[in-house]
Structure formats: C-alpha cells, structure tokens
C-alpha cells in the first residue's frame, strides 16, 4: 500500500498559478503511474490529469490542456500539477492517486488515495 499527502493549496486569484504537490510513501518501488482528480461541491470527482511511471508520458483532461502541467520526481517520491491561468472553476479539493491502469480517467481504476488539499480560486 502506497500511503499519499498532497499540500500545496491555498486561496489564489483568478489567473493566477499554483503549484500542488504530492508525497508518495511505503511500498513506492512500483512503478505505478499516477494521477491527480478534483472534486467541487455538489460535483462528482472529475480526471484531471494522469503521468506514468517513468514520468515520460502524460495525459490530461480535455478542458484542462494547456492549463496544467503534471509531473514527478521518482528519486524523491514527488509529483507535482502546476496549475496557470486559474479560473473560478477551478476552485475544488485536489486529490493524487496511484493507478495501473495506464491512460484512464476513471476514479475506480486508481487505487490508493491522498486526503486532498482544497484549492480556492477568487474571481
């Protein structure tokens, strides 16, 4: 089991840039690809953005493309979104999570989950 810590959220305004990380610790030796979701209020958790396990390769969200880029540093069990041009509805938790399912966006295929960490985007 992979245990994750987001951090890195906070209240920004719109336009503005984020940085959101996400600590992986116990049995990272996988090499799992991973990803980030959202959640806003009332909403249903949504795909934002996917990256394998070497980090080579990446997928996003459609409506989300150009906006955020996503990463990780296997050598310190990081990831990371950084997050431009924020937009009100952008404003949600953000949660990291592992997966072995390569190119999916469906929140059942990831496996082991961050607790979240709330973005907050003033207009």
């Known amino acids: 089991q992979v245990q994750l810590v987001e951090s890195g959220g906070g209240l920004v305004q719109a336009g503005g840039s984020l940085r959101l990380s996400c600590a992986a610790s116990?049995?990272?030796?996988?090499?799992?690809?991973m990803g980030w979701f959202r959640q806003a209020p009332g909403k249903e958790r949504e795909f934002v953005a996917g990256i394998s396990g070497s980090g080579q390769n990446t997928y996003y969200a459609d409506s989300l493309k150009g906006r955020f880029t996503i990463s990780r540093d296997n050598a310190k069990n990081m990831m990371y979104l950084q997050m431009n041009s924020l937009e009100s509805e952008d404003t949600a938790v953000y949660y990291c999570a592992t997966t072995w399912v390569w190119g999916t966006h469906q929140a059942a295929d990831f496996d082991s989950w961050g607790q979240g960490t709330q973005v907050t985007v003033s207009s």
């Open positions: 116990g049995r990272t030796g996988g090499t799992y690809a």
